[in-house]
């Protein structure tokens, strides 16, 4: 059976990376196209798989080229896709990404098959959630759908980590049955309130996101690293300095390195520590599922820094 169960979105991406993202009505020149599999599910499902976790997949693909060639890929992978839904109803999903020389990035979003992803087919799979350590969400599927598959592995005592992206509003009744939140800074503002700019500021959302009921939250900051948070400790984790190429897909590769860590038994903060330095990895390289790391170049990178 598998340790981790991700359940979210899949889609290809197709990337244009120029000197700057352009402005409404303008039409920028001298990009790079290539395309890579992504989907903020699929993206998570990855990067536990080459983290070392047992993954199975649950998401929703069309009957189409783009559904086959993400289904070889999960496949590559060795991630369960039993529970993967074909539909004609759909074309499977698909991402238009552009990254600027900073590797700042703008992503539009077709969900495709990822909306036809529902309660019922996360009913379907309620065993294979019950059954798993740790089970990772986002919001690139119907929000009920993620609120179903929640509310089965929160009634089984299984770990939820729940990566709130895209951002939206979200009930508390919801992020009370979560184990550990991955919000990035926009998220963590619009869940909040509050910005987290700083040392302070960063308290106060922590504060804020604890109240609503989540067990923990690490807010990722980027390059910043990420910040920590539970009701007994806080802890800044650094990031690494790193050339960044391209940052698509480095909040999933994130939630699917912690889960691994988290599977395994390894604390939250040592859990956290590992999964920055998997996303440290991610953002020097193209593409969102491409660029996850294997387990062997994360531990390299963290013993390389003499960081335990």
Request: hydrophobic share 50%; aromatic share 2%; charged share 20%.
């Amino acid at each position: 059976m598998p340790s981790i169960v991700v359940v979210g979105s899949s889609n290809t991406d197709m990337v244009i990376k120029g000197p700057r993202l352009p402005m409404p009505g303008e039409t920028v020149t001298d990009g790079v196209f290539f395309t890579a599999r992504g989907g903020k599910g699929a993206n998570q499902a990855v990067a536990a798989a080459r983290a070392g976790g047992r993954v199975a997949l649950i998401a929703s693909l069309g009957q189409d080229t783009l559904g086959d060639a993400a289904m070889l890929g999960f496949e590559e992978e060795g991630i369960d896709t039993s529970h993967i839904q074909r539909t004609a109803a759909l074309p499977s999903g698909v991402a238009l990404i552009m990254i600027d020389a900073a590797a700042e990035n703008a992503i539009a979003v077709a969900e495709g098959a990822n909306a036809l992803l529902s309660a019922d087919n996360i009913r379907a799979c309620a065993s294979v959630i019950a059954s798993a350590d740790v089970l990772v969400a986002q919001l690139e599927v119907p929000l009920a759908t993620v609120g179903e598959a929640i509310a089965i592995a929160h009634a089984h005592g299984r770990r939820v980590i729940l990566n709130p992206a895209p951002a939206r509003p979200l009930p508390d009744a919801l992020l009370s049955q979560v184990s550990v939140l991955t919000p990035n800074a926009s998220e963590t503002e619009l869940l909040t309130g509050i910005a987290p700019r700083d040392d302070a500021s960063l308290h106060r959302a922590a504060d804020r996101l604890l109240g609503r009921g989540v067990g923990a939250a690490l807010i990722t900051l980027a390059a910043a690293g990420v910040f920590a948070a539970t009701p007994d400790w806080r802890e800044w984790i650094r990031g690494w300095p790193m050339p960044a190429e391209d940052p698509t897909g480095a909040g999933d590769v994130f939630s699917g390195t912690l889960a691994v860590a988290l599977s395994e038994g390894t604390a939250l903060l040592d859990a956290a520590r590992f999964a920055n330095a998997a996303a440290a990895i991610s953002v020097t390289r193209r593409g969102a599922q491409p660029s996850a790391p294997r387990r062997r170049e994360i531990v390299d990178l963290i013993e390389g820094a003499g960081t335990v």
